[in-house]
């Protein structure tokens, strides 16, 4: 089984060990919603509305502030922030009491944002329903992801496709596998855009910013393929929190094809399922992209998508991004 004799994080076991990780909060139930996260996208800029009962805080919804063309402005997510949405901390008692607890919680949390001509967020997987929102008529939609739940090592191959696995096998006789720092990756990630003509969407201060956050908390992993030329192939950068890993960012040289990228993300899966989480692929975006990530035995799960654009918006979105079409992006 590939995977045996690629270097590991000193000090981290094998997939087959189990390690701790963090501990859940309902206030902050995913990385993207703790504080830390959000000051090293945001370096601070963002804005929270706040619920408290009892002298104690129960719902909390962090957001940002975006100006587009003409004055309008959207209340969003931080790049690099794939999902948000409100924490809340329901508390105890029946099912039916709860429901209705998060309910009044979120109502109060809405009705805290700011007046703005666009809203835009993706839930993060504990929002269980979009009731409230349609009632306070914010469009609903939804997005797709895929995820492994964590299991034995051997149980992960076999759920791989044939294909998957023959392509791992090959990139692991081409590559060796090993950690790489936060200024190293963002060098990695731009040389490889500037090679294929791309300007990047984050600062080189902003990535390695955040990368380095994650890593310093122990929340956070860069593992690249080198090949036998001694270059790096690719690498990816993932993060977690107390029930689920992200696959966040890739990069790969131009000529290396999808081998080296197969092949980091079965050694994430493996370094993932001994915390105990879930890998998520975080956002299936084309066919292209589900089918390779349907290779790896992941299951189809949704998220949840919340909108609200005024039709000026909408034409001041487009026209600042008029190459964007379809996506959150036309709007930002």
């Given at each position: 089984?590939?995977?045996?004799?690629?270097?590991?994080?000193?000090?981290?076991?094998?997939?087959?060990?189990?390690?701790?990780?963090?501990?859940?909060?309902?206030?902050?139930?995913?990385?993207?919603?703790?504080?830390?996260?959000?000051?090293?996208?945001?370096?601070?800029?963002?804005?929270?509305?706040?619920?408290?009962?009892?002298?104690?805080?129960?719902?909390?919804?962090?957001?940002?502030?975006?100006?587009?063309?003409?004055?309008?402005?959207?209340?969003?997510?931080?790049?690099?922030?794939?999902?948000?949405?409100?924490?809340?901390?329901?508390?105890?008692?029946?099912?039916?009491?709860?429901?209705?607890?998060r309910?009044?919680?979120?109502?109060?949390?809405?009705?805290?944002?700011?007046?703005?001509?666009g809203?835009?967020?993706?839930?993060?997987?504990?929002?269980?329903?979009?009731?409230?929102?349609?009632?306070?008529?914010?469009?609903?939609?939804?997005?797709?992801?895929?995820?492994?739940?964590?299991?034995?090592?051997?149980v992960?191959?076999?759920?791989?496709?044939?294909?998957?696995?023959?392509?791992?096998?090959?990139?692991?006789?081409?590559?060796?596998?090993?950690?790489?720092?936060?200024?190293?990756?963002?060098?990695?990630?731009?040389?490889?855009?500037?090679?294929?003509?791309?300007?990047?969407?984050?600062?080189?201060?902003?990535?390695?910013?955040?990368?380095?956050?994650?890593?310093?908390?122990?929340?956070?992993?860069?593992?690249?393929?080198?090949?036998?030329?001694?270059?790096i192939?690719a690498?990816?950068?993932?993060?977690?929190?107390?029930?689920?890993?992200?696959?966040l960012?890739?990069?790969?040289?131009?000529?290396?094809?999808?081998?080296?990228?197969?092949?980091?993300?079965?050694?994430?899966?493996?370094?993932?399922?001994?915390?105990?989480?879930?890998?998520?692929?975080?956002?299936?975006v084309?066919?292209?992209?589900?089918?390779?990530?349907?290779?790896?035995?992941?299951?189809?799960?949704?998220?949840?998508?919340?909108?609200?654009?005024?039709?000026a918006?909408?034409?001041?979105?487009?026209?600042?991004?008029?190459?964007?079409?379809?996506?959150?992006?036309?709007y930002?």
């Amino acid at each position: 089984m590939p995977g045996q004799g690629i270097a590991q994080r000193p000090g981290v076991p094998s997939a087959a060990v189990a390690l701790p990780g963090p501990v859940y909060d309902p206030l902050a139930p995913t990385v993207f919603h703790q504080p830390w996260w959000l000051n090293a996208v945001t370096g601070g800029d963002y804005a929270e509305a706040v619920v408290t009962q009892g002298g104690r805080r129960v719902g909390w919804f962090p957001y940002m502030l975006s100006n587009i063309l003409a004055g309008h402005r959207l209340c969003g997510m931080p790049v690099l922030t794939h999902f948000l949405g409100p924490a809340i901390d329901e508390g105890r008692g029946a099912a039916c009491n709860r429901v209705l607890r998060r309910a009044q919680i979120t109502r109060e949390l809405v009705a805290q944002l700011p007046h703005t001509s666009g809203f835009w967020q993706v839930m993060h997987r504990g929002t269980a329903d979009t009731l409230v929102y349609q009632e306070m008529g914010y469009d609903i939609s939804v997005q797709f992801t895929f995820e492994v739940a964590p299991d034995e090592p051997d149980v992960l191959w076999g759920n791989l496709r044939d294909k998957a696995r023959n392509v791992i096998r090959r990139a692991e006789e081409q590559h060796h596998v090993s950690e790489l720092d936060a200024s190293a990756f963002g060098a990695v990630y731009n040389d490889n855009l500037a090679r294929g003509g791309t300007a990047s969407r984050y600062s080189p201060a902003l990535l390695e910013r955040a990368c380095q956050a994650a890593i310093s908390r122990g929340q956070g992993r860069i593992i690249a393929a080198e090949n036998t030329a001694g270059q790096i192939a690719a690498a990816i950068f993932y993060v977690w929190d107390a029930q689920a890993a992200y696959y966040l960012l890739s990069t790969r040289r131009p000529d290396s094809g999808n081998g080296a990228v197969s092949l980091l993300l079965w050694q994430a899966m493996q370094d993932v399922a001994a915390r105990g989480v879930i890998f998520d692929f975080e956002g299936v975006v084309t066919s292209g992209s589900a089918l390779f990530f349907a290779g790896f035995g992941g299951v189809i799960k949704p998220r949840y998508v919340v909108s609200r654009f005024s039709f000026a918006h909408r034409v001041a979105g487009r026209l600042s991004n008029p190459f964007r079409r379809g996506s959150a992006e036309t709007y930002l």
